[in-house]
């Protein structure tokens, strides 16, 4: 139990509430932000005067609106304030300076072999930092954020275990701040709680409390939002709902268990199912969903063996958690493009009716770069929290 | 994105927060709450004088405590300020005054004959009310809080489906308020959300962030705690844990779905598989578990069998949130204190490692008086929140 803020904490409070609100929502007048904030002129006023000195917005006078009366003030965030995105991906290295207000100014990618090591994944992502640090000019850096399909550890960023990417107790973070320098405090989190996080601020899932944002490659995980806030669990660890066995007499998974949710609607099975077992990544994905779609049978055949057990287990999650969106990422993505009416099916004879009320069943809005700039709003949440920090 | 309080909010905020401090943890002393409260001593002061004038708390010099120094004075919670707690279980009905302090000063109690409907239900329920309310002389209610086991509306309490009672769309709380007159606000609630909110208050799971805490009879129902709040959905449905298919190819279940963890390890799982299929209610489970203890190898086989499957579920449900604790409340607490080891064994054979890291698996340590507790709770919300209103 806490007891309530002093003056002090409520006016950084404010500070911070303000700058999130510009971030996410870009250019805001100062009479808009006065509704929104619910907070009189005079604040908004001192408060954009205090982020302005500390240079992280900028405003300027509104053009003319067509409206009688004094023109507003329009707060925008400063995009030379910045923070490094990295992604760490089963197929591949991403990279991204992205500007406060959400913007990618810059980015760089590389594929991943599968079976490449921490050593060799750190030299190429930290030249990609080292050329976008020289391309910033002057900007300001406010930290970096690394988001890995993969367990994170909360309390200082160790990947506990990666197994679509091989690793485990890597602490990745620690390797690139060793190889790179000076990029800021680095903060790692996992692709789903990340992408999650972006959808939920200003994507498919914008102003809903309640959002399970599914991820899949090889693996699948969820980033999850309960009112209002993430659930990461004790340790961070939550989310792990590729591991929820659903059919206790399936096919072992690399987990060590049997019937994981993932040995049913990950790649591997989809690709075997449609005769392609000698692929992988999304690619691969991608044809067997297009050949369901021109028609071929065996192809067909497997997306609806997907969708079954994807159907299965969203209805599951869905009598847990009673969300308003539920959001299918990365390969799940092109399997819910083409199996979206047996998918909603199949969750409708799992779910019960008061928990799927209102359910809305998304792609993603922000594509494949949520896992981009939900790895820079692990940089900026610091900024946001106390931004005269 | 909500603005910081004003000074008028912060201090309508810590009243709440020193009421509730001394409502979970009983009488302590105004130099204590200075430090759990981080307030200063003026400031506890000023509080203690509120509160008291209000009648919420009183004050008393402490005993010698064989410390030199200033006596401190210490605020106990005033037990004479109540509400009315009402349980809905499948076998029985109860109701209870429960001061404030969490201490429950009268209660009342009926079988509850399976298929009985909601009219007959809310015969004794106002029957009881009315008596305790007679016996409570000039103490000051704060209102009602309804626990029952099954789906209810957030927004206005009403009893969407509670299959194991045998409703569905019940306005519960509205019939009770009409047969018995004022027994002040009635908030209605599910019964394994509102035991977890008890056991995590001042339970099994006191101080822990990340709790499950299980609640079994004919259905099995969760009330989550996930990084210190209650899990409760959009629209109030969450924690839905009994309908997670778990065995696509097992039994049918009375929601419509098959193989859902509950065909598994509810109560009737146990009683057909230990050949007593004709029995019902906690007398008959608590039958079964006392025969396995004897050796009764039939019972054996049925406990082992209901231990698995609940072993393999909380696995399940640990991967998705890396709780800290689990709690197994209702007939599960019996299954658990005899098949504890399998469950276990079943658990880690599903959860990750570092998802089941730190867990504890515990009985609830208020007993059955959680439900009744913790229906108390949901009346008192109202209070604690903001203790002038």
Redesign the interface.
């Known amino acids: 139990?806490?007891?309530?803020?002093s003056?002090e904490?409520?006016?950084r409070?404010?500070l911070g509430?303000l700058l999130?609100?510009v971030h996410v929502h870009g250019a805001t007048s100062r009479a808009e932000l006065t509704t929104?904030?619910?907070?009189n002129r005079s604040t908004i006023g001192a408060l954009t005067a205090d982020l302005t000195a500390a240079g992280l917005v900028s405003e300027k006078t509104q053009r003319d609106t067509g409206r009688a009366g004094r023109p507003s003030l329009v707060v925008r965030p400063e995009s030379s304030v910045y923070a490094y995105a990295l992604n760490i991906e089963v197929d591949r290295l991403r990279a991204a300076r992205v500007g406060l207000g959400g913007r990618i100014l810059d980015r760089r990618e590389a594929p991943r072999p599968r079976g490449m090591q921490v050593e060799d994944a750190v030299q190429p992502l930290a030249g990609f930092l080292r050329e976008m640090r020289d391309a910033a000019d002057d900007a300001r850096c406010v930290g970096t954020g690394l988001a890995i399909a993969g367990?994170v550890?909360r309390a200082d960023g160790m990947v506990?275990?990666a197994p679509t990417i091989g690793w485990k107790d890597e602490p990745v973070g620690d390797a690139l701040a060793e190889q790179v320098g000076d990029v800021g405090p680095m903060v790692v989190g996992n692709i789903a709680d990340v992408s999650a996080l972006v959808e939920h601020s200003r994507g498919a899932a914008a102003g809903r409390?309640?959002v399970i944002y599914l991820y899949g490659d090889v693996g699948v995980g969820?980033g999850?939002i309960?009112?209002g806030?993430r659930?990461?669990?004790?340790?961070?660890?939550?989310?792990?709902?590729g591991?929820?066995?659903?059919?206790?007499?399936g096919q072992p998974c690399s987990?060590?268990?049997r019937g994981c949710w993932e040995t049913e609607i990950g790649e591997y099975p989809l690709l075997k199912l449609a005769g392609r077992g000698d692929r992988s990544g999304r690619e691969a994905v991608l044809g067997v969903v297009e050949a369901a779609m021109r028609g071929d049978w065996v192809a067909q055949q497997a997306v609806r063996h997907v969708g079954e057990w994807l159907g299965?287990g969203v209805?599951?999650?869905v009598?847990?958690?009673?969300?308003?969106a539920v959001i299918f990422g990365g390969t799940l993505r092109d399997v819910y493009l083409v199996a979206a009416a047996q998918i909603r099916s199949r969750l409708t004879?799992?779910?019960?009716?008061?928990?799927r009320?209102?359910i809305r069943l998304r792609t993603p809005e922000l594509g494949t770069d949520a896992p981009l700039i939900g790895a820079a709003e692990l940089a900026f949440e610091r900024l946001l929290a106390d931004p005269l920090l």
């Open positions: 139990m806490r007891a309530g803020p003056q904490e409520v006016r409070h404010n509430t999130r609100y929104r904030l619910g907070l367990m550890r506990r275990l409390d309640n969820a999850i309960a009112g806030r659930i990461t669990g004790h340790g961070g660890y939550g989310g792990e709902v591991h929820m066995v659903v059919n206790p007499h987990c060590g268990s299965l209805g599951n999650l009598n847990i958690f009673n969300p308003e004879e799992v779910a019960l009716p008061a928990c009320e209102n």
